[in-house]
């Protein structure tokens, strides 16, 4: 049996980490994609040269060619530019849309059929651009947003609660933003939801606050540290956990970026980050939590930013 391939657009610091990982998690052959000569070969090679260390047989390539995208089972694309220190998710939008018509076309040309994930940012509406001008059905293209946000959620909580990290669920819902909504009431540490663990003395609703806030900026917190770039270690694995459900057919429960539609959370056709169920279809099924009037409020705060950011969009496409 042929071995699945995977097409990464941007070879750039996600990029990177994305192929090693692949290559490691033996998800298949893998093809690096960027617009910079010669960056997508060296590191497919200097990957390449790893492989027999790691004990892996995936093949990997560099392109600067969409054609050798052809029949890639899944895309995942970082290609645009990453924050600064100083910048919003918000303020990439007018050169990452006009990168996402590339993008798109070179998928909608080479790789109708594949399962596709966006990471570049703004990511919200940089997944619904994607979408549109691919034109694969909204279910092969999704948005990695929520993986990262509630594994950044699990890593402050574990070290709250000093205990492993595979023990702690989150949940975080809304947009990739500031205004997205860790849902304390929906996270738990083995099946303990932590509001119980607060009133067994655990932590306390200050603390967890904290952690809130923190979760909210945590991007933010890393680009200030790094000063030269955005996360892209945890991001990384974030995505390939998603690839894995996709080409495993795991049926994983997985926050993504996803396409709302027909009322579903009240929405008309909009990608927002909630619950879904990855398998060999894509998003197989939207899960829709009930939420009391406080995370409502706050998933509607978050929705509307989205809403705005794509009025930004359609008036920087519109400016052409
Ligand atoms: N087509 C393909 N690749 C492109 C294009 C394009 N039109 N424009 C830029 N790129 C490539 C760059 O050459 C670079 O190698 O995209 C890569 C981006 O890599 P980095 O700058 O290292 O950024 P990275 O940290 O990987 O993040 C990528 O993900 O999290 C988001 O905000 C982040 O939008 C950013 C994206």
Known sequence: MARNKIALVGAGNIGGTLALLAGLKQLGDVVVFDI????????????????????FDAKMSGTNDYADLKDADVVIVTAGIARKPGMSRDD??????????SVGEGIKNNCPNAFV???????DVMVGLLQKESGLPPEKVVGMAGVLDSARFRCFLAEEFNVSVE???????GGHGDTMVPLVRYSTVAGIPVPDLIKMGWSTEAKIEEIVKRTRGGGGEIVALLKTGSAFYAPASSAISMAESYLLDKKRVLPCAA??????????????????????KGVE???EIEMNADERAMFDNSVN????????????????
């Open 36 to 55: 910079v000569d010669g960056m997508p070969q060296g590191k497919a090679l200097d990957i390449a040269q790893a492989a027999p260390v790691e004990g």
């Open 92 to 101: 990439l939008i007018g050169i990452n849309a006009k990168v996402m018509k």
């Open 117 to 123: 994930i966006c990471i570049t940012n703004p990511l």
């Open 167 to 173: 023990d702690v669920t989150a949940f975080v819902l």
């Open 259 to 280: 396409y709302c539609d027909n009322g579903t959370y009240g929405l008309d056709g909009l990608y927002v980050g909630v619950p879904v169920v990855i398998g060999e």
């Open 285 to 287: 099924r939207v899960v």
């Open 305 to 320: 930013a989205v809403k705005e950011l794509n009025e930004a969009l359609a008036g920087v496409l519109a400016a052409g």
